[in-house]
């Protein structure tokens, strides 16, 4: 596995150091709703809570953002917010700001990885903000920080948020209306025929877009393959996460039976996942998703892995809102991911706290070109936006 070392930093990064980790818990509006098979992570009409972090040095700071979605994973807005502030923050004030890999060991002291990474998006948040001020800092994108992007935009997909044909349809139209020109559907809400019927409207309506599906973990080996073979004859790329991420040996079984790719998302929560699904020769496409994958540190160790082992990458991400869609956009450009992408974040959501920020057009993201990240917070926004996730409720 080769990751591009980072090039020499200038004497003024080498001397700063964290001294301060600041949360702020986010209630950003939601225009859309949107759910996994797991529940709702979106609702139109009510606040969608997101985490900010803020990282400072020397008076250069830094952001990033978790993305609560307990639906999808065991995070919650409330166990984000104490595991930065009382684990996370007091492991690494101090640390060299450069130093990202001491970081991530100084995480995994404080937060075990267990069979995951160990709260990943809350250690994600802090590290992308690590990864904003370290560029500000030089002057530099995230990229020019990295000596690696190859790629100055990155095509979306649409996410088909109805079931029946009819909403399907119109989701499918509201989706070309606004320039996307592939698109994604999550099934495994319902039964079988409902998630097929949903996966053939789509195709119905847009013959010749690029057409993946993800399930979220949730289908039997059995069902998974009755449902793959019905998704061959819809042009399908790609069939996401069908099982349990820890059932590794139904997904080799499926690998092996699947007539599509099978594309691991929830089951690859550290590079060394993806390295036990390699050696058993059980994964065809590995999904790169920055807050699942622990930050942007170990999300370039497992993108570096798939790369030389000759495994398709394909990306995604948490309806993000804009901090956490710069952080991707940098990461699949450094990659060269030329396939769209799972950034639904703009479709679901909005970012009032982002000032100069990602620019993006009939479903084309421009990879920023400002230092760092390349969105301007506002943090007088943030204080206004700000609300409480640990107030005792009655």
């Known amino acids: 596995m080769t990751v591009p070392p980072m090039p020499p930093m200038p004497f003024r990064l080498t ?25 709702a992570t979106a609702v139109a009409g009510r606040p969608s809570v997101r985490v900010l972090v803020q990282v400072s040095a020397d008076g250069v700071d830094g952001w990033g953002e978790a993305s609560p979605t307990p639906a999808w994973t065991y995070e919650t807005a409330e166990s984000i917010v104490t595991t930065i502030d009382r684990y996370l923050a007091p492991a690494i004030i101090g640390r060299p700001v450069w130093d990202l890999d001491g970081v991530d060991s100084a995480f995994d002291r404080a937060i075990d990885r267990g069979f995951s990474t160990g709260a990943p998006l809350a250690k994600s948040a802090v590290d992308v903000a690590l990864h904003d001020l370290l560029g500000r800092a030089a002057g530099v994108t995230l990229g020019a920080l990295w000596g690696q992007r190859r790629r100055e935009t990155i095509e979306l997909g649409w996410v088909v948020s109805g079931q029946s044909p009819a909403e399907v349809a119109e989701s499918v139209a509201e989706g070309r ?115 699942r994958g622990g930050g942007l540190t170990l999300s370039r160790r497992l993108c570096a ?76 926004v943030v204080a206004e936006l700000a609300v409480d996730v640990l107030e005792v409720r009655p």
């Open 305 to 380: 892995l798939a790369e030389d082992s000759g495994v398709r990458l394909m990306g995604s991400g948490l309806t993000d809102s804009d901090v956490g869609l710069a952080a991707s956009l940098h990461l699949f450009a450094a990659y060269g991911i030329d396939t769209p992408v799972d950034l639904n974040g703009r479709q679901f959501i909005e970012s009032p706290y982002a000032g100069p920020t990602v620019r993006v057009e009939n479903g084309i993201a421009y990879v920023p070109d400002s230092p760092g990240l390349g969105v301007e917070v506002d943090e007088a």
């Open 177 to 291: 209306a606004a320039g996307y020109r592939a698109f994604k559907v999550k099934i495994g809400l319902h039964d079988e025929e409902t998630d097929a019927a949903a996966v053939t409207a789509v195709r119905d309506n847009a013959p010749d877009a690029p057409l993946w599906v993800d399930a979220n973990q949730a289908y039997t080996v059995p069902a998974a393959l009755r449902m793959a073979r019905r998704l061959e004859g819809l042009g399908v790329t790609a069939f996401g996460q069908p099982l349990p991420a820890d059932d590794i040996a139904g997904l080799r079984r499926l690998r092996d039976g699947s007539p599509i790719p099978v594309a691991l998302d929830e089951s690859l929560c550290h590079p060394s996942d993806l390295a036990t699904f390699i050696r058993l020769d059980a994964v065809d496409v590995a999904v790169a998703k920055v807050q």
């Open 15 to 39: 001397g700063l150091t964290v001294d301060r980790i600041r949360t702020f818990a986010v209630a950003l509006p939601a225009h859309r709703s949107f759910g996994v098979s797991g529940g």
